[in-house]
């Protein structure tokens, strides 16, 4: 066959194909196909939630749901995740999901929406509720219901720990060595969406939710606090100390700062180090830039209350069951997802 002839052949054979296909889609269709998807979707994380018999959402998802619009659910292409849904918030494209709680639900979640969706996604936001340092600057005290707005995590599962001394029955606990290995210590992304979270949650109306109009959240921001990820659910004052020495090296490092270890505040969570991580490897993998930001709201503190004596005021099993016992921490529901609602409404604004 002459050259002349295979190029006919290959003209018509397309001809041929672009006939067919206009056939079957519609021309505005075949340009949707052929344009580069656009990364347009916000995905925004929560731990937990679910609905009640009455149909009427509950836990770290409830706030999120009562703005999203176009609701349509997606559970079943995203297997790995409790709940997922699509929708829109202010107008804008939005992914919602439940991770399910720790570190292994969270990180196989968020590979799994990267599998499948990470084309379309611009930004990530891990958002819910933690325990919290129950003070700041020494004197200062954290509320129920205050905020930190951060992009970096660090592993405090990570680390040797032993409380057994020589000669002696007294526990002292005891941190050393946190080089383990080449697992993902610590997990930040760039702070551009974090510093923005922190600066538009500046200009929240706090007073618009019944939830929060008689207290208006302290926001702690990137340089302020950090979260520290961990399958144990802590509430000691020993590792509250311990976790902030990290943090504020963590903060000091990044930020070529020098605050100190008492003026930081402390955000324990289990699934943040598992997301950021995650997101980072996959980006670093496949050469993208997906940026991410972690807000917590302080559910409950991280330690028993501490006497002007030193001696805490009762042991850590009734501090915490009194924290969760009390209605204080339904504040810290609504809280948690008003920085990435204000955010997301400022764009349209």
Aim: hydrophobic share 35%; charged share 20%.
């Amino acid at each position: 066959m002459s050259k002349n002839n295979k190029l006919l052949l290959f003209i018509l054979v397309f001809l041929l194909i672009a006939l067919a296909l206009s056939k079957i889609f519609h021309p505005s269709q075949l340009k949707t196909m052929l344009k580069p998807q656009s990364k347009d979707l916000t995905l925004i994380l929560v731990t937990f939630g679910s609905q009640d018999q009455n149909k009427k959402w509950q836990g770290e998802i409830a706030p999120y749901m009562d703005k999203l619009g176009d609701i349509k659910e997606i559970s079943d292409t995203i297997p790995f995740c409790a709940k997922s849904f699509l929708g829109k918030i202010s107008d804008q494209r939005v992914m919602l999901v439940v991770t399910g709680m720790a570190k292994v639900n969270a990180s196989a979640c968020v590979q799994n929406i990267l599998q499948t969706n990470s084309e379309k996604i611009k930004e990530v936001f891990l958002s819910g509720i933690a325990g919290f340092s129950p003070y700041y600057k020494k004197a200062n005290k954290v509320n129920i219901g205050d905020l930190c707005i951060n992009s970096t995590a660090f592993d405090f599962d990570l680390q040797y720990y032993g409380s057994d001394q020589k000669d002696s029955q007294t526990k002292l606990p005891n941190f050393w060595k946190r080089d383990i290995g080449d697992s993902p210590y610590i997990s930040s992304s760039s702070g551009e969406l974090s510093n923005k979270l922190f600066d538009v949650s500046q200009n929240i109306d706090w007073r618009s939710n019944p939830q929060t109009s008689l207290h208006s959240p302290k926001i702690f921001g990137p340089t302020e606090c950090i979260e520290a990820s961990s399958d144990l659910f802590w509430h000691d004052s020993q590792l509250d100390k311990q976790a902030r020495e990290i943090g504020s090296e963590i903060i000091n490092n990044i930020n070529k700062s020098k605050t100190s270890a008492s003026d930081v505040v402390i955000a324990s969570s289990m699934e943040s180090l598992a997301v950021g991580a995650t997101i980072s490897k996959w980006n670093q993998a496949n050469n993208t830039n997906i940026p991410f930001a972690y807000v917590r709201s302080a559910s409950n503190f991280d330690q028993p209350n501490i006497l002007p004596s030193g001696f805490t005021e009762m042991d850590s099993k009734s501090s915490l069951e009194q924290t969760f016992s009390s209605d204080k921490n339904r504040i810290a529901f609504e809280s948690h997802a008003m920085p990435v609602l204000q955010l997301l409404k400022s764009r349209i604004q």
